[in-house]
């Protein structure tokens, strides 16, 4: 029998959540233009298991998930991969303060760091899609084609600040991932990291949009996951924020969609609703629903508290 760790502790303290056909993440994904068949070679079903230590989400097997040329498809078919003005940004630039070194890992077009240097920031960036490295060159941003386990050789202790966003959702080797990123902070520096949130909106009544599942994503995020890495890896979770509501149509008809098979009475009320009274009424209480996004704030332990 195979055994199953978990990619944030090593532990086999985990349990079976879901499982999923190959064959129709294959057509979900068809939908996009994109033809992920060859990541599933040999492989009928994925699974999804929960880390029973941390509450954290992955799927598994560990080899299914995509390669630079995945994402440079993602890119080219969708126009706003690579965003700019992204929530997650805005927000966590509250913690930044002027002249601190930032490396931002997963840097992708530049746009963050870029807004950074007009701080007067000290920033670099890794990124493996060149595609964006070439972008972000154009904004003079500062970033290398290089893996954070390689940089982190030669830059121990160095940032004040390293962040990740839509990145960790990435990430197979979470362990592995948060341990490099931490030997490049200095103590009492502060690690930010933004994800994906896998809140009721996108993966509870929704398990199979497509962004979220293999070969894009390999783990999900929620907040119980974030607070339980801090004794895992000797950090203290300072800040924890999650975006607003701002996708009030999609929003609405994954709920509608719901509701038709769970309660057909209240799917066909909303159903009938005319767009222009739910959209108004979504954005008047988009503040008390949870949204697309969460950031967290990591302080990083001194030797003194470690």
């Known amino acids: 029998m195979q055994v199953i760790q978990s990619p944030v502790t090593g532990s086999e303290n985990v349990s079976l959540y879901d499982e999923f056909p190959t064959a129709s993440i294959i057509e979900k994904y068809k939908e996009l233009n994109i033809d992920v068949s060859h990541y599933f070679n040999g492989i009928n079903t994925i699974s999804l298991f929960t880390c029973n230590d941390t509450g954290y989400r992955f799927y598994h097997p560990f080899n299914i998930f995509g390669d630079e040329q995945f994402y440079e498809q993602l890119q080219t078919n969708l126009s706003t991969y690579y965003s700019e003005n992204r929530w997650e940004h805005i927000f966590s630039k509250k913690f930044i303060n002027e002249y601190d070194k930032v490396l931002e890992v997963g840097a992708g077009a530049g746009f963050f760091l870029y807004g950074l240097n007009q701080m007067g920031c000290n920033t670099i960036g890794l990124e493996l899609n060149k595609k964006a490295i070439e972008a972000a060159k154009k904004r003079?941003?500062?970033?290398?084609?290089?893996?954070?386990?390689?940089?982190?050789?030669?830059?121990?202790?160095?940032?004040?600040?390293?962040?990740?966003?839509?990145?960790?959702?990435?990430?197979?080797?979470?362990?592995?991932?948060?341990?490099?990123?931490?030997?490049?902070?200095?103590?009492?520096?502060?690690?930010?990291?933004?994800?994906?949130?896998?809140?009721?909106?996108?993966?509870?009544?929704?398990?199979?949009?497509?962004?979220?599942?293999?070969?894009?994503?390999?783990?999900?995020?929620?907040?119980?996951?974030?607070?339980?890495?801090?004794?895992?890896?000797?950090?203290?979770?300072?800040?924890?924020?999650?975006e607003p509501l701002r996708e009030y149509k999609e929003w609405y008809l994954i709920q509608k969609k719901h509701f038709l098979k769970t309660k057909p009475m209240v799917g066909r009320m909303m159903n009938w609703a005319p767009r222009v009274i739910y959209k108004g009424l979504l954005r008047l209480f988009s503040g008390m629903i949870d949204g697309r996004n969460i950031v967290v704030v990591f302080e990083k332990s001194s030797p003194n508290n470690s």
Request: charged share 20%; with cysteine; net charge negative.
């Open 140 to 242: 003079d941003v500062n970033i290398l084609n290089e893996l954070i386990e390689d940089h982190a050789i030669h830059n121990l202790e160095k940032y004040d600040v390293v962040c990740s966003f839509q990145v960790l959702e990435h990430i197979s080797d979470i362990k592995g991932f948060i341990e490099e990123c931490l030997k490049t902070l200095k103590p009492a520096g502060k690690l930010i990291i933004g994800v994906p949130f896998n809140n009721p909106y996108i993966y509870r009544f929704d398990k199979w949009h497509t962004l979220n599942l293999p070969p894009h994503h390999a783990g999900l995020w929620n907040r119980e996951a974030f607070e339980k890495l801090q004794p895992v890896f000797n950090i203290k979770l300072t800040n924890i924020a999650i």
